[in-house]
């Protein structure tokens, strides 16, 4: 069974653009949480997304922001990036949300911005 | 006071020891614990997952959890150097079930 998908794998942006990035779940996986990870806050929720609806979100502007399709595939939306936003965008799958289900995270996005 | 607290080491142990990664949390409420390894350059890879008092085994990998004391830890018998990496403990608090609070992670050495 394939793992979980991320696209693009590196991008490099300046600050003002915005950004889009993709997560394709696990075959049969129905909910996608976005992370983001940096060398000085660690690992940090940003949203969850299941049945093509946000359920919860994590303590960031509404720069950053998320959808998913009806097919479960997920993407985030970054918009006027600022240097800050430089870090690596981890999607994890899992079955459904809850208590007990476990996550698996895909390669990550790694966003420079400049 | 940090939600969830790990050591960030390096933790340096010779090859075929026994490495004890150590993890504490403040929400006494919470039910699920996740072990990740993730190796420089990499994404976070599941290792293991505990939601009972007591041991959980798998392979050369213990899971260890005390809900009483907040406490969940790794242990890793027969270290090899392939084990070297960075080991976050993730908890599901119990304001929101849905996401997973990681620590800072502890760096792992097994040398030769």
């Known amino acids: 069974k394939a793992g979980v998908t991320q696209t693009p794998r590196y991008l490099i942006k300046t600050r003002g653009q915005q950004v889009t990035l993709s997560c394709s779940p696990i075959?049969?996986?129905?909910?996608v949480s976005w992370y983001q990870q940096t060398p000085g806050q660690g690992l940090q929720f940003l949203f969850e997304?299941?049945?093509?609806?946000?359920?919860n979100k994590g303590n960031f502007p509404g720069r950053f922001s998320g959808r998913q399709f009806s097919n479960s595939r997920s993407e985030m939306n970054v918009s006027t990036l600022e240097l800050g936003d430089s870090a690596l965008y981890l999607c994890?799958?899992?079955?459904?949300?809850?208590?007990?289900?476990?996550?698996?995270f895909g390669p990550g996005t790694r966003l420079t911005v400049l | 006071q940090k939600e969830v607290e790990q050591n960030s080491g390096p933790l340096s142990v010779p090859e075929g020891a026994i490495a004890s990664l150590n993890c504490t949390y403040s929400?006494?409420?919470?039910?699920?614990f996740f072990w990740y390894r993730q190796y420089s350059g990499k994404s976070p890879e599941l290792i293991m997952s505990?939601?009972?008092?007591g041991d959980k085994e798998d392979g050369r990998f213990t899971a260890q959890l005390n809900k009483a004391s907040q406490y969940v830890s790794l242990l890793i018998r027969d270290s090899q150097p392939s084990d070297s990496a960075t080991y976050l403990c993730?908890?599901?608090?119990?304001?929101?079930?849905?996401?997973?609070?990681f620590g800072t992670g502890t760096r792992l050495q097994v040398f030769p």
């Open positions: 994890a799958s899992s079955l459904a949300p809850g208590l007990y289900n476990e996550q698996f």
């Open positions: 075959s049969g996986h129905r909910s």
């Open positions: 997304y299941f049945s093509e609806t946000q359920r």
């Open positions: 929400d006494r409420g919470s039910q699920s």
């Open positions: 505990i939601y009972s008092n």
């Open positions: 993730a908890v599901t608090p119990p304001y929101n079930t849905d996401k997973l609070i």
